[in-house]
């Protein structure tokens, strides 16, 4: 009797032990592989949409900008990327961006202005099939703008990134006319009733705003 109940309680430790050790190598493999390979745009305001591209990321749905999680985020089937929206209080500054699975972590740094927008939409791609391909839209990104001042009527380039297509652009809140538009750069007119303030581009991407002021020139015009 003794020596049932023995082996019975054997076979209940090499059962448990079995579970634990299951667990442990699931815990470990999940993730295994993944890689960032950077992050796209490099420069971001609270509210603006940015890609996580990588490999092996298909678990990684937790994303924090600087401590701060993120509250809206996409992570590809394939594994390929995440897109995640900069929350609102993420530090201003060169900050971590970490994405997790639960079990194990990655991070990369990027640049956090000061300032926010609109939070950009972020919806979920639909597969036709296993696989297929998913084009990204990115938000746009303001790096500057030449001359700095100017009057109404005056010429502006405005550089960046992901600037193509743009929908709108305003100086201090007035709308402007778009005479061209590349992925890199945009030339634009200072429009009537423009107040000196910060320029505001919209594409497909989302909504980005300059880190500089753009002064205005003119009775009136200034700040």
């Keep these: 009797m003794k020596t049932r109940i023995w082996y019975a309680g054997v076979l209940a430790v090499l059962a448990l032990t079995s579970f ?13 592989g993944a890689a960032i390979a950077g992050i796209k745009p490099a420069h971001a305001v609270a509210g603006q949409r940015v890609l996580i591209y990588g490999s092996n990321l298909g678990g990684m749905s937790n994303v924090t900008f600087g401590g701060v999680p993120s509250r809206s985020v996409v992570v590809d089937e394939g594994g390929g990327w995440i897109r995640a929206v900069v929350p609102p209080g993420a530090p201003v500054g060169q900050v971590p961006v970490t994405v997790s699975d639960g079990s194990s972590q990655l991070s990369v740094d990027m640049q956090i202005g000061a300032g926010s ?9 639909s597969y036709a ?13 303001i790096a500057g703008f030449s001359p700095i001042m100017g009057r109404v009527g005056s010429s502006v380039r ?5 600037l193509g297509g743009a929908k709108w652009l305003k100086f201090g809140g007035a709308l402007a006319h778009v005479m061209h538009s590349s992925s890199t750069s945009i030339i634009a007119k200072v429009p009537k ?4 303030g910060k320029i505001t581009v919209h594409t497909s991407g989302g909504t980005s705003l300059s880190v500089g ?10 700040i």
């Design 193 to 196: 009733h423009a107040r000196t």
């Design 20 to 32: 634990v050790l299951a667990s442990a190598a699931g815990a470990r493999t999940l993730g295994e």
């Design 213 to 222: 002021v753009f002064r205005v020139l003119g009775s009136g015009a200034g």
């Design 117 to 125: 927008v609109p939070a950009a939409a972020n919806r979920p791609p």
């Design 158 to 162: 405005i550089m960046g990134t992901h």
């Design 129 to 141: 099939s296993r696989g297929a391909h998913v084009k990204v839209v990115v938000a746009p990104q």
